[in-house]
Structures are given as C-alpha cells and as structure tokens.
C-alpha cells in the first residue's frame, strides 16, 4: 500500500510536468544494464537459427527475451533508478529485437508472411509517428495497456512459431500456442494503434502550447530546472 511518505507519486508527478527529477541524467543503471544485455542476445539469436539452423534453442532465446520485457522497467520503477537514456533506450532496444528477430523469421520461414507483415507494418508505422511527433515537439506518449498486452502476445507468437518448426515432439501444439498468441496480439496491438492517434494529437497540443509558455518563464527559473 502506497503511503503519503512514499514518493512515487511526487516524481510521477514531476516527470509528467517535465520537471528534471534527480538522478535521471544517470546512464550506468542496473535497468539500463538488464536492456543492453536483453540486446546483445539478439547475435546470439540469429548465430542459432542462421548458424546452428536450430529453431528449438534460437526459439527459447527469443521468448525468454520476450518474457523478461518488464524486468528493467520494473526495477526502474521499483529501485527508483528510472533515467533519461532508459526511457529512450529501453523502448528502441525493445522495438530492434521486435525488428530483426521478425525480419529473421520471414528468411526463415517459420511465420505466415501476413502475420509478419501486420506486426512490423504496425511496428514501422508507431516508430515513424514516434519520431516525428518527437521532432514537432510533442510530449512523451506512454505505451497503453493496449499496446503494452499486444506487444507481450505477439513476443510470445514469434517464438512459438519457430518453435513450431524445430525438432519438437510437440510441434502441432507449438503452432496452436502461435495462433493462440497471434490473434489476441494484432487485436490488441491495433486497438492500441487506434488509441495513439487522438493520444499523439493530444501530446502535440500540450508540447506546442509549452513552447509556447516557455518565454515567459523567467530565465533564473529556467536554468535552475536544469
């Protein structure tokens, strides 16, 4: 039970403010750590299914990757080691093992080829939208519950696919676990997409009308935030 002493809500709060919270600008995190980690698997992952040609061990790697998404975030959030490179890393780090480890199993043909291009395609159109409300000056967007429930499906359909098509004894129920995954995974992932749209435009209103208001800050103010 959160009590009046404890003090997430006030750095949620600031965070959402824009306010700077202390320790942010720190880059050697155990969080930050966890996602380099979770990243540098990923030649590991392509070594083991392009490399060894084996689907069974390159499929394990690929949904524990999956399974342990929320770990950084979790001790981010519980340890307070939340930092700027985090928020950025984290999300980038997620979306390039989203990214090759789809694109792997196309050449691989382990995955139906309008599963894949319905996933990346929504995949490219998010970073796209990301990085161009960023460059117009919109306020940080976060992920949805949608979003969040998509991605954890569809980490968990990619695997079970290629396992589908390894040297399993149980490789028809691999592939039933895939559908099982995928469907609920678009469905959501696109009820997500939906949702950032009027989230995105929302986003670019408030950051304009911050940049706006920031001229009448009074200097002194301003560079004492930084």
């Known amino acids: 039970m959160t009590t009046a002493a404890t003090p997430e809500p006030l750095a949620e709060r600031l965070a959402a403010d824009g306010v700077p ?13 966890i996602t380099l980690v979770r990243l540098s698997c990923l030649p590991v992952f392509l070594w083991l299914l392009f490399g060894r040609d084996d689907r069974v061990w390159a499929a394990s790697l690929l949904g524990a990757l999956g399974a342990t998404d929320w770990i950084d975030g979790y001790i981010a959030r519980r340890w307070h080691q939340v930092s700027t490179v985090g928020k950025v ?17 196309i050449v691989d043909g382990s995955v139906p080829l309008w599963v894949a291009w319905l996933v990346l395609g929504r995949e490219v159109v998010v970073t796209v939208a990301t990085l161009g409300l960023a460059a117009a000056g919109a306020r940080r967007i976060d992920v949805t519950w949608w979003g969040k429930a998509g991605t954890f499906g569809l980490m968990w359909a990619f695997p079970m696919f290629l396992a589908s098509h390894g040297k399993l004894f149980w490789r028809e129920q691999a592939e039933w676990l895939a559908w099982a995954t995928t469907a609920p995974g678009l469905v959501f992932s696109y009820v997500a997409l939906a949702l950032y749209v009027p989230l995105g435009l929302k986003a670019l209103r408030e950051g304009r009308a911050e940049r706006e208001a920031a001229p009448a800050t009074p200097s002194g103010a301003a560079g004492s935030a930084r």
């Open 21 to 33: 919270v202390e320790g942010e600008d720190r880059i050697l995190t155990l969080p930050n750590l």
């Open 89 to 105: 890393f984290d999300p980038v780090a997620d979306r390039l093992l989203f990214f090759v480890a789809g694109v792997a199993i």
